[in-house]
């Protein structure tokens, strides 16, 4: 069962341990001085599970101590008169229903307002005392801290599933630092804050931003591993805006990672004044077992209610959703992968445009999500190498063509390089829509048999000497153009009107579309800016690693269709006066 959707979290702006006041910018640093207290005897991989852990048990244990010194003592139970059985008289009594408040201690408290409620055994005092005696030859701390976690998880449904198993003792982490660490986290507490614009902001509202900082300079420490569980915010935030999910709405991602593109729609949906969960359903799978209670912890965080399934696993084999039809469908699933077991799948009804290749993943995860939108409502954004919208290779090509055929391609954006620190590939958003007519909705422009190129290739801004964000305007721009094109109630709301922009966008229809043999590539339709125009900044070029990339994979796929060529050609001169 999905967890309650718990209400925000309100602390007083000082740690609730220690009574020291903690700033946003204390609360990262102390975090990543946290992560480097391991760093020297485990990797990234290994060490973000211990701080997420510790972070996630100091966070509670706030919050329920706060909880507990706002409740007032128990008050005596109440007489209830009974009618006496003989007499009909009231006499006696009994006493008041057995949900009655009974003071502090009375889990009911806690779980009735959103606070999750803490075991005496499980709670940061305990836990820091347990760390002082540590470091001073006593007892290992790490036992303790497992047990916390198993104490919590048992006594809160919503985190069952969530929380490391333990974690502090089977993986052998030294318990010196292990108490070093526990007393850092001690310094920080999760109060509210003022936010630089002057609003407060909750306590769930700062675990929130820290969490995901948190999993950023993680994935950014591990490199390519980074990128199976977390996608750069502002891709997410893009694919939300040109989305849009609304109230009510059932929310999927197949392979959520630590849940960032849920978390993303949820601040979507209150920045929009709209209510959130339970009004908005999640359901998401993860195929690794970490990465999965990393997305459970992140989501109990954020007070969201998901169904990631009861366990973790495969998408394409094990399908924890199989008679889902989501509203909306958000994935970064992972490029090009050649062993995910398609030579068992030939003939998945998820395959309606075609069976995809074993040897790459790319149009088995199209399809699947293409299998999951809803009649009507269904629409999805996802992220893939550029690739996917011009490969022929073992039968991509003619997939693409089902697809584009059958109207369900609705935008292609061509995305800048360097976005995701996990790979140099270039990359791109595939939006599917199941139904591109005006719906009966006024306003909505009919836009069957058309697709809508976007390259912004030339947007963005560099924040390092390796990496690109997309600014907010740059994301505004790329939304705010799909959505004036599809006349949503958004677009109409800010007057948004839509025309082709030479060298950002176009609108093509099926003959154009045609005769560029379904290659979707934005670049081929677009054609270059105008002279002065902002689009014309010299960004869109490719730098040279993307180009390198692009040229280098092209020219194997060349080599692999001349020896395909070759060999059907000796074949058939070989029969020749055989």
């Known amino acids: 069962m999905a967890p309650a959707r718990r209400a925000r979290t309100t602390l007083a702006p000082h740690n609730a341990t220690t009574g020291t006041a903690t700033t946003g910018k204390d609360l990262k640093d102390a975090l ?22 510790l972070i996630f048990l ?12 706002s409740l007032p003592p128990a008050a005596p139970p109440a007489a209830i008169p009974v009618p006496d059985a003989d007499t009909g008289t009231e006499s006696g009594a009994v006493p008041a229903a057995e949900h009655a408040f009974r003071g502090p201690d009375d889990p009911a408290a806690y779980t009735g307002s959103g606070v999750f409620w803490v075991p005496p055994g499980a709670r940061w005092e305990a836990i820091t005392r347990h760390a002082d005696a540590s470091g001073r030859g006593g007892e290992p701390v790490g036992p303790l801290l497992d047990t916390a976690l198993r104490a919590i998880a048992a006594t809160n449904p919503p985190l069952a599933h969530a929380l490391p198993v333990d974690l502090f003792t089977v993986r052998g982490v030294d318990n010196r630092r292990l108490g070093e660490l526990v007393g850092l986290i001690d310094r920080i507490g999760f109060g509210d804050q003022l936010a630089p614009d002057g609003r407060r902001r909750s306590a769930r509202d700062v675990l929130g931003e820290v969490y995901e900082y948190c999993l950023a300079r993680f994935a950014a420490a591990e490199g390519r591993r980074g990128g199976e569980y977390f996608t750069p915010a502002c891709v997410v935030r893009l694919l939300v805006e040109v989305v849009e999910p609304r109230p009510g709405e059932r929310v999927y991602d197949p392979a959520c990672g630590s849940g960032g593109m849920f978390v993303q729609a949820e601040k979507f949906i209150e920045s929009h004044g709209g209510c959130t969960a339970p009004e908005i359903t999640v359901h998401g799978q993860e195929l690794n077992q ?21 366990r973790w696993g495969d998408v394409f084999h094990d399908d924890r959703h199989p008679g889902l039809r989501a509203d909306v469908v958000m994935a970064n699933p992972p490029f090009n992968i050649s062993d995910w077991g398609g030579e068992q799948l030939a003939d998945d009804p ?12 790319n149009y088995a995860w199209l399809q699947h999500m293409a299998a999951k939108l809803a009649p009507g409502t269904g629409r999805a954004g996802i ?46 958003l595939w939006f599917l829509a199941r139904d591109k007519s005006p719906r009966g909705e006024a306003g909505y422009t009919d836009r069957r048999g058309q697709i809508l190129f976007i390259d912004a290739r030339g947007l963005g801004e560099m ?9 907010p305007g740059d994301i505004s721009r790329i939304a705010g153009t799909y ?96």
């Open 290 to 310: 970490h990465t999965w209670r990393l997305a459970g912890m992140n989501l109990a965080i954020h007070g969201i209610a998901a169904d990631l399934g009861s």
């Open 350 to 361: 998820r395959w309606r445009y075609g069976t995809p290749p074993p040897g790459n993943a």
């Open 58 to 69: 100091k966070y509670v244990s706030d919050a329920f101590a706060e909880r507990h010194a």
């Open 483 to 578: 959505h004036a094109w599809r006349g949503t109630p958004s677009a109409r709301e800010r007057r948004l009107a839509y025309e082709d922009v030479p060298g950002f966008c176009r609108s093509a229809g099926p003959e154009e579309i045609r005769a560029h043999d379904y290659v979707l590539t934005p670049g081929r339709y677009v054609g270059s800016p105008e002279p002065g125009d902002a689009t014309d900044d010299g960004g869109a070029a490719e730098d040279a690693v993307e180009s390198i990339a692009r040229l280098r994979k092209e020219l194997f796929a060349h080599f692999e269709e001349s020896a395909r060529r070759e060999a059907v050609v000796r074949a058939q001169w070989g029969g020749i006066g055989g």
């Open 32 to 53: 990543w001085k946290a992560a480097d207290k391991l760093r020297g005897s485990m990797d990234a991989a290994e060490y973000k599970h211990f701080v997420l852990g």
């Open 383 to 428: 992220v893939l190498a550029n690739g996917s919208m011009s490969s022929e290779q073992s039968g991509e090509g003619a997939i693409r063509r089902a697809m584009v055929e059958d109207d369900v391609v609705a935008c292609m954006v061509a995305l800048p390089g360097r976005l995701f620190r996990s790979t140099q590939i270039p990359v791109c």
């Open 463 to 471: 924040v390092g000497r390796t990496e690109r964000e997309l600014t």
